[in-house]
């Protein structure tokens, strides 16, 4: 089940749920709106799942940044979020679809027990200028059945993320650099 509004501003208040820099203003009745960080990695040439992702760091300034279709950009929200008793589902939203954004399709769970900066997988269809700071997605949170198993004890290789995160898959193929 998804949170409403109230029942956010309810856990927050318990604290069960940290949203940290958190503005009230930015509840909406089923989710919070979180934003875009000041920091993207540039990945660069060709991807190879057997080897750690070539990056190059970039801010973004105040004055936006445009990013450009067939490059893939890593970048981290504003807001660290996490809760110990509620699962979360990040997402990009309609205003971010509309401008041809795809961001973050393929890893929006935030498992119990994370509290994290989300690295953020973005695409675009044309060029677009982005800004830091900019609302950029929804983030809901569910109730979680069953026996919760804290993240953080899991021994993930993503359990001490805190920021933009390349994939660590090499560390799982065979003959990968480790």
């Known amino acids: 089940m998804i949170l409403t509004r109230p029942a956010i501003r309810a856990a927050l208040q318990a604290g069960e749920i940290t949203i940290e820099p958190y503005d009230p203003a930015r509840l909406s009745p089923n989710a919070y709106d979180w934003r875009l960080g000041d ?20 801010v973004i300034p ?3 940044l445009v990013l450009k279709p067939e490059v893939l950009y890593l970048g981290v929200t504003l807001e660290k979020t996490g ?14 679809g509309t401008l041809g954004i795809w961001v973050h399709v393929s890893a929006p769970l935030g498992h119990q027990g994370h509290a994290i900066r989300w690295t953020l997988e973005i695409r675009v269809a044309k060029p677009v200028r982005v800004y830091p700071g900019m609302t950029f997605g929804k983030l809901v949170f569910l109730t979680a059945f069953g026996t919760p198993t804290s993240y953080q004890q899991q021994l993930s290789k993503y359990a001490d993320t805190d920021g933009i995160d390349i994939s660590r898959l090499y560390e799982e193929i065979p003959g990968g650099v480790l």
């Not at 190879?48 to 760091?57: N, Y």
């Open 39 to 58: 920091t993207l990695r540039v990945c660069a040439g060709e991807l190879d799942a057997a080897t750690p992702t070539a990056f190059v760091e970039q």
């Open 62 to 64: 105040a004055t936006g």
């Open 83 to 96: 809760s110990e008793t509620y699962a979360q589902m990040l997402n990009g939203d309609r205003t971010i």
